[in-house]
């Protein structure tokens, strides 16, 4: 078990925390902030019935986790384990909880840099757009579900796979209760589109 107090931490959301794997330099270690849970496990601030529903602070993690072996199966001939959105790679146990192990993404300066952050240092240019068109593109040819995709939740890299690419690492999977974008392409592209649409409009490179 890892103790949170030694590890380093790398960034923090409002539902997660992230710190650096001690023991692999490309690996991360994803906890959700304790501060969000009850002391069995539910969300806090929500409904007795839905903050207890299964898995309860960890849908997150599910979910994801679901999205990811739902590519690997549907890839399974081309033996594809890489794809646009974060790779994981299990879990570990922490003093604060289970703990999602995925893969670092940073950018060629060494530092990972998001969306957001390429976006407000006018640091956006042609080569991050193509990049950026390329992600959404495949988003839709591989029926990746988002949940809540933002502007902040897109890493930039450039070493993961040869090439310029965005990576999702937040907000990956189905949320819906009925599952029509997993059960449909069609439907999912246009959700996949709808959020393209949104996270490009909050870039000044589009204006």
Known sequence: MYFIKNLNLLGEGTQKLVFQHPESADKVI????PENSTADGARVDQHYLRAHRSQGIYRQFRRELLQYLQLCKTNFH???????IETVHGFVGTDLGLGLVTEKIISPSGTPKTLSYLSSHDEFTAKHANA???FFDECCQLHIVFGEVNIAGLMYTENRRGRPEFVLIDGIGEKLIIPFRSMSKTINTRNVRKVERKIKSKILFYK
């Open 30 to 33: 994803k906890i959700m902030r």
């Open 78 to 84: 081309e033996k594809n384990y890489t794809f646009p």
């Open 132 to 134: 950026l068109d390329q």
